[in-house]
């Protein structure tokens, strides 16, 4: 990774404060939303079973992702910004019981077993996430609320995709960097990212309100899903690894 030069190219994995970025010409939206996730790792009594969980609470979602041995989770608990540094205030012990009170105690017991974090929760889109010899991907490209895993996922596909950009140029005896080997990149990722965005943003804000009408909407939603297995899958799938437009590396 480096500055660009007349020559060279950058992929920029950079986060969502990449300098690159921030240097480029790109038009930019971020905002924020009034809410922040406490971050922790979590040893708990029984077993996940390889099952992630996602709460659908009115100030965002509560996730339980399964981390290897059966007995042991990453907590994502987004919730309003107020009550998330209040709980990051709490000392283990009384952070531990909130949290399986908010589990319902699926897991049992819980403890904290691992550094905990606090992030403000934001979104940020690019117009196009290509410029003068510069490509970027992952948060550098998109950055929004952690629901139903799609951020790293997003940024893996971008990885994959400006994979698939530079081998094609080189096999086309293409220069890599120029605006005609990046085009398509820049559409594909261009849609997934926003479409994506897209959904997490409506899902989020969904919550945040107390209008009925959308509450509803959201749990006929999602008792479709929990009714129909086979379209719960597919959803999933397509959540997680789509197969429309996917990488080669991905097929
Ligand atoms: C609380 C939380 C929970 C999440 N949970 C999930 C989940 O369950 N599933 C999921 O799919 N996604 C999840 N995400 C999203 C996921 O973490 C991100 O999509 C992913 O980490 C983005 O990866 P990235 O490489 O683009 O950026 P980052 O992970 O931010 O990595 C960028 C790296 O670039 C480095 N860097 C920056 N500037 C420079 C420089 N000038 N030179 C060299 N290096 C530099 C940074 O130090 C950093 O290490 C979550 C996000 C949050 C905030």
């Given amino acids: 990774m480096g500055a660009a030069s007349r020559r060279s190219s950058s992929w920029a994995p950079m986060g969502g404060r990449s300098p690159l970025r921030a240097a480029s ?14 971050t922790t790792l979590l040893a708990h009594e029984r077993p996940h079973c390889d099952i992630s969980t996602e709460f659908h609470t009115r100030n965002g979602p509560f996730t339980l992702v399964p981390l290897p041995g059966g007995h042991r989770s ?9 009550a998330a540094k209040r709980l990051s205030g709490l000392d283990d012990r009384d952070l531990a019981a909130a949290v399986e009170h908010q589990a319902r105690s699926m897991l049992g017991a819980m403890r904290i077993d691992g550094p905990r974090g606090l992030v403000p929760m934001r ?4 117009e196009r996430p290509v410029a003068d010899r510069l490509a970027l991907i992952g948060e550098a490209a998109h950055v929004f609320p952690p629901i139903g895993a799609q951020g790293l996922n997003l940024g893996l596909r971008d990885a994959a995709a400006v994979r698939d950009a530079v081998f094609s140029a080189r096999e086309a005896n293409r220069d890599p960097g120029a605006p005609a080997s990046l085009a398509g990149f820049g559409r594909n990722r261009g849609v997934d990212a926003r479409l994506r965005g897209a959904a997490v943003d409506m899902l989020n804000r969904s919550l945040l309100t107390d209008f009925l009408p959308v509450d509803a909407l959201r749990g006929l939603g999602l008792v479709v899903l929990g009714a129909i297995p086979p379209l719960r899958r597919i959803v999933m799938r397509e959540g997680v690894q789509p197969r429309l437009g996917a990488p080669s590396l991905m097929r």
Avoid: I, M
Avoid at 74 to 82: K, Y
Avoid at 123 to 126: A, D, I, K, P
């Fill in 123 to 126: 979104g940020l889109s690019v």
């Fill in 25 to 38: 010409a790109l038009r930019t939206r971020e905002w924020s939303y009034p809410q922040a996730a406490l």
């Fill in 74 to 82: 990453s907590l994502v608990w987004v919730t309003a910004e107020p």
